[in-house]
């Protein structure tokens, strides 16, 4: 079994001490456990206004650390979103659908504050890709 650390680049990850996803590969297949990730376009350290737009950057970011992992979204099998106003759920939903609409995981959606007023959403993610 090995571990292997993911990062995406992310000044957060060091300075808060988290890695971006963490695999652990095993007999069975690899498991991937994808950190809470927000809206950032880590390119740019830029947060869009638009929660719809912040959903998608979120997911991008999300799927970049599972390719590395060697998953994809497809493997995703648990979901955790945090929603910092449910207001924002009728434009965030959609996006999510778009994603996640054939795959289906189990997913939870919570309403709550996040660390910094921009954020409006982050998602949680695990997966697992058998051998």
Not at 54 to 76: F, M, P, S, W, Y
Request: proline share 6%; glycine share 6%; charged share 20%.
């Amino acid at each position: 079994m090995s571990r292997r650390l993911i990062s995406s680049g992310s000044p957060f990850e060091a300075r808060i001490g988290y890695s971006r996803a963490v695999a652990h590969e095993t007999p069975m297949g690899v498991w991937v456990a994808v950190a809470g990730t927000t809206g950032y376009d880590y390119a740019k350290m830029e947060m869009p206004e638009d929660p719809a737009a912040q959903a998608r950057n979120t997911l991008d970011t999300i799927a970049k650390a599972l390719a590395e992992a060697g998953c994809g979204l497809e493997h995703v099998y648990r979901v955790r979103y945090y929603l910092t106003d449910n207001a924002y759920a009728d434009q965030i939903i959609p996006v999510l659908g778009q994603v996640f609409g054939d795959i289906r995981p189990a997913a939870t959606m919570v309403i709550c504050d996040l660390t910094t007023p921009e954020m409006k959403i982050e998602i949680e993610a695990d997966a697992f890709k058998p051998v």
